[in-house]
């Protein structure tokens, strides 16, 4: 199983980034997919997450500035970052775990797999 995680860059504050995660080595429609940001010297939290249905999960941070979609016929999840701030500058990883049940579980450890991260740092 393969997560190649793309899109990240440097922004000024205020504007938008795009990521995007490609999936391959599973049915991508069995998977909940979530992305979770590390910054330097902090621990690795959740962003958002999308179940096989459609339905989204965001942390209170992201509200109203992310966006997460999926697309099962081309296996990839993206998020769409608008508003940025200086405080959003991390390592985006991108993470899917096979579903189970309905609650979306936003812990690291509930993942069962991961891509290798795309940088975003937003100046100020």
């Known amino acids: 199983v393969q997560l190649q995680a793309s899109g990240g860059g440097l922004v000024q504050a205020g504007g938008s980034l795009r990521l995007s995660c490609a999936a391959s080595?599973?049915?991508?429609?069995?998977?909940?997919m979530g992305w979770f940001r590390q910054a330097p010297g902090k621990e690795r939290e959740f962003v958002a997450g999308?179940?096989?249905?459609?339905?989204?999960y965001y942390a209170d941070s992201v509200k109203g500035r992310f966006t997460i979609s999926r697309d099962n016929a081309k296996n990839t999840v993206a998020l769409q970052m608008n508003s940025l701030k200086p405080e959003d500058t991390a390592v985006y990883y991108c993470?899917?775990?096979?579903?189970?049940?309905?609650?979306?579980?936003?812990?690291?450890?509930?993942?069962?797999?991961w891509g290798q991260g795309t940088q975003v740092t937003v100046s100020s």
């Open positions: 993470a899917a775990y096979r579903r189970r049940g309905f609650s979306m579980l936003t812990t690291g450890g509930d993942y069962d797999y």
């Open positions: 999308i179940n096989w249905i459609g339905r989204t």
């Open positions: 080595g599973v049915t991508f429609s069995n998977y909940v």
